[in-house]
């Protein structure tokens, strides 16, 4: 069996090691294919990296390994995991990066990757696991080995989460917060389109914004909200930068208000 394999990392792209990550994969098996989702995740931006393997992983054929390496705490004491779902896989660090993907499909089973017979031949960088662990051990999977080889089973209710709050239904909407920054600037929040109202507007920071259905909805230079193609609110200026306009961060707090 040999699947699909994908790799986001924040490693851009002027440097070698996303090349060198791949070199490792068709050692391997130079049959795999691989899909890049994207190496221009800010550094060490685990918030952002989540959202992007969460917005991404459902487009892709059941069986697809997903390699995901934003990882600050490289050569530290955090895990490096792999994931089996109902259908697909993930490896990455267990530091958060995987908790978008699993709130909405939840992990059949886990294991720390404690087996180096599937790791890279020879001295393991204490500064590149992309390169050493996790780059082989998803080629091997994408081959077909089982994921009981890769290492010792885990709970997957013990990994890492983010700190980002939920979404809570209030009296008169609901509450929930900036979850990423596209590059274009917009605010994508975690409140899904699922459980909007009929008429809504954003309460962010004393400023209301009011929703509408497209950018184009509103002049050139003004802010909006509305639905973005991944299924949550997000917070936009038609033509604009609504993270450098309003200066706004990942996790600030906001509300939706029923009209």
Request: proline share 7%; with cysteine; charged share 15%.
């Amino acid at each position: 069996m040999t699947r699909l394999l994908t790799l986001l990392t924040d490693f851009g792209t002027r440097d070698s090691y996303v090349a060198v990550m791949k070199g490792v994969i068709v050692q391997i098996d130079p049959t795999l294919q691989s899909i890049d989702l994207t190496h221009e995740i800010a550094p060490q931006d685990i918030h952002s990296a989540r959202f992007c393997l969460m917005t991404a992983y459902p487009y892709f054929p059941p069986e697809t390994v997903h390699v995901a390496v934003v990882d600050p705490g490289v050569g530290s004491s955090r895990r490096a995991i792999a994931l089996q779902l109902e259908n697909g896989f993930l490896v990455a660090p267990d530091n958060g990066l995987v908790s978008g993907v699993l709130s909405q499909f939840p992990a059949v089973a886990a294991v720390e990757l404690t087996n180096s017979t599937y790791w890279r031949k020879g001295q393991t960088s204490a500064t590149f696991h992309g390169r050493d662990i996790f780059a082989p051990v998803g080629a091997h999977l994408a081959r077909g080995v089982p994921l009981t080889e890769l290492g010792n089973s885990i709970d997957p209710r013990s990994l890492t989460q983010l700190s980002l709050p939920d979404p809570a239904k209030t009296q008169d909407g609901w509450t929930g917060c900036i979850q990423a920054i596209d590059r274009f600037g917009n605010l994508i929040t975690n409140i899904p389109a699922d459980v909007l109202p009929e008429k809504w507007s954003v309460l962010i920071e004393k400023t209301s914004i009011a929703a509408v259905s497209t950018y184009a909805d509103r002049s050139i230079g003004e802010p909006l909200a509305l639905v973005g193609s991944h299924g949550f609110v997000e917070i936009a200026i038609n033509c604009g930068n609504a993270q450098a306009a309003l200066n706004l961060a990942i996790g600030t707090p906001l509300k939706i208000d029923i009209l």
